[in-house]
């Protein structure tokens, strides 16, 4: 889709070199000196953001097809929603059946995108993903002999399974390389701090994060199946 639309950018690099393309400015939606600059460019899609409210929406839709552009609208949800709680997932799925709905033949919206960045926000450690962690663990591995055989561990009980980097699992770490005489040092930043609770404990981070992309593409699935049937495909996702 994007190679189908003028693009807008500031960089000197050829488009093709580029992971993502889009304009987006950090300037009110509806600033009319931007708009025009953008327009005079040979904009003709802008990433457009602001209140997620159907009313400033609406406002700023209008102010970008007045100089003849159309909207990719930005992410429904946020990486910090994605739960396993049930009630959550079933308000995600009416808020995507409403968005839907007002988008439905809308010719000025060329994209509605679901989510950005993968675990750009600290995953949920609430009970229901901690519980639907240790239930991913059963289907996949069946007992836990068969879990601490691929593991290389000792637990006795599901419930002392932790989530990567969860306070809990963070505790026990500590303990574990305190015994070793070792001080469990994360780093500040989060690249290296996953990195720093990858090398930990590998089988179980790579186990944690199978489960947490399922959950995730679970919440792209309930949005995605919600938000076409309003919208009968008339915006693509």
């Known amino acids: 889709l994007v190679y189908s639309c003028p693009v807008y950018g500031t960089d000197e690099r050829p488009p093709d070199q580029f ?9 009110r939606p509806d600033d ?30 209008e102010a970008v097809m007045t100089y003849g552009m159309k909207a990719w609208r930005t992410p429904a949800f946020a ?14 799925g009416l808020r995507a059946s ?11 919206v060329v994209n509605q ?18 519980q639907d962690f240790r239930r991913w663990l059963q289907r996949r591995f069946g007992t836990l002999r068969r879990l601490n ?8 009980s599901w419930e002392s399974i932790q989530q990567l980097g969860s306070p809990a699992d963070v ?6 390389l305190k015994m070793m005489q070792v001080a469990l040092e994360l780093p500040p930043g989060n690249t290296e701090r996953w990195q720093r609770l990858f090398e930990l404990d590998p089988p179980r981070a790579m186990a944690w994060r199978r489960w947490h992309d399922d959950l995730l593409l679970a919440w792209y699935r309930d949005f995605a199946v919600a938000f076409k049937r309003e919208n009968g495909g008339t915006v693509p996702i």
């Open 171 to 176: 505790d026990m770490a500590a303990e574990r």
């Open 98 to 108: 409403v968005l839907g709905r007002s988008l439905r033949d809308n010719l000025a």
């Open 32 to 61: 009319e000196a931007v708009l025009a600059d953008l327009a005079a460019d040979g904009v003709g899609v802008v990433r457009l953001g602001g209140k997620n409210d159907g009313a400033s929406f609406r406002h700023n839709l």
């Open 19 to 27: 992971c993502a393309v889009g304009a987006a400015y950090t300037d």
């Open 149 to 156: 055989a691929a593991w290389h561990s000792a637990y006795d």
């Open 113 to 130: 995108s679901m989510a950005g960045e993968g675990l750009s926000a600290p995953p949920c450690y609430c009970d229901h993903c901690n």
């Open 79 to 92: 990486y910090g929603e994605v739960c396993a709680d049930p009630e959550k997932r079933a308000e995600l």
